[in-house]
């Protein structure tokens, strides 16, 4: 087994975090696994994994040469691919915002996956921002302002955003008509995990975005305790549409205030310089670009 096809093997073996189901996926025998990671662990004076009766996870070496792998693989098949004109193929790691994986993209993976048989994605969910070159993350889709960084990034749309509460919460405080109707009221607070700070509550009106701060009893910094608190009547709270659209068709929230939305959320999807040109990551960007256009959010601006 030459260098590349153990390096294939070692990180499978990573994912699997098994030699026997490595081995089964590699369609070799355990005995050549075993044999394949004691050559390679001699070759770089380090060892690369730690086994037990139950699972294999890579040492602190075997994290970094993992990663280190990966990147060489996908620009052998990227480069590979690339010359062939074929459909792209191989594992495609993406980063996704919690929100956005269970109520965007993962229902629209079976139509990814019938146009892209031969890719497969491991997907993890974080709110928080994460170093994707360090951790090897192919791409990752974000709603919000971007940081500055070195990756590239392409703004897919804007996401509808709503004001709304609980049925129960407008009896006890009323349905107001206009902003200055929200005095005496209050909201959910969603604070900023970096800060700690709370966010206002934010409405266009006239073509400009008015901040209000309101009193709050609550606040929270994950997207389904901010929800689960307005369906309880805790005060407003401002959601994606997407996010709220069962609950203001069943009658569990109400919107208010929709001549006065808040202003739209960036949806983006970003990826390391060096993926700019990856088979996966182009068809995978260009179909996010489609679901977006389709009528999932307005779409982005020239």
Not at 10 to 37: G, K, L, M, Y
Not at 112 to 136: A, N, Q
Not at 165 to 184: K, N
Request: some cysteine; glycine content about 8%; charged content about 25%.
């Amino acid at each position: 087994m030459d260098r590349l096809d153990a390096m294939r093997l070692f990180t499978r073996i990573v994912e699997r975090r098994s030699f026997t189901a490595a081995a089964h996926d590699s369609d070799v025998p355990r005995s050549t696994v075993t044999q394949v990671i004691k050559k390679m662990e001699t070759r770089l004076g380090v060892q690369l994994l730690q086994r037990s009766t139950r699972t294999v996870r890579p040492t602190l070496d075997g994290e970094a040469y993992y990663k280190r792998c990966l990147a060489i693989l996908d620009d052998i098949d990227d480069a590979e691919g690339a010359f062939r004109g074929s459909t792209p193929k191989g594992l495609l790691r993406v980063e996704v915002q919690g929100t956005l994986a269970r109520y965007f993209l993962t229902p629209g993976l079976p139509d990814f996956f019938e146009r892209y048989p031969g890719i497969e994605i491991s997907m993890t969910e974080h709110d928080e921002w994460v170093d994707l070159v360090h951790e090897g993350v192919d791409c990752a889709l974000r709603w919000g302002d971007l940081p500055d960084s070195s990756l590239i990034a392409k703004r897919l749309g804007l996401l509808e955003r709503v004001t709304c509460a609980s049925p129960a919460y407008f009896d006890r405080f009323g349905f107001p008509e206009t902003t200055e109707a929200l005095q005496g009221h209050r909201h959910v607070g969603r604070r900023l995990p970096s800060t700690g700070s709370v966010r206002p509550l934010m409405f266009e009106i006239c073509g400009e975005t008015h901040n209000i701060s309101l009193p709050t009893i609550l606040s929270v910094t994950g997207s389904e305790s901010y929800r689960e608190a307005a369906r309880l009547g805790l005060g407003l709270a401002q959601m994606p549409r997407f996010h709220v659209e069962d609950d203001l068709k069943n009658g569990r929230l109400v919107s208010v205030l929709e001549s006065t939305p808040p202003p739209g959320v960036p949806v983006s999807v970003v990826y390391p310089q060096s993926r700019q040109l990856s088979p996966r990551v182009r068809v995978f960007v260009d179909w996010l670009s489609q679901r977006f256009i389709k009528g999932f959010a307005r779409a982005a601006p020239d």
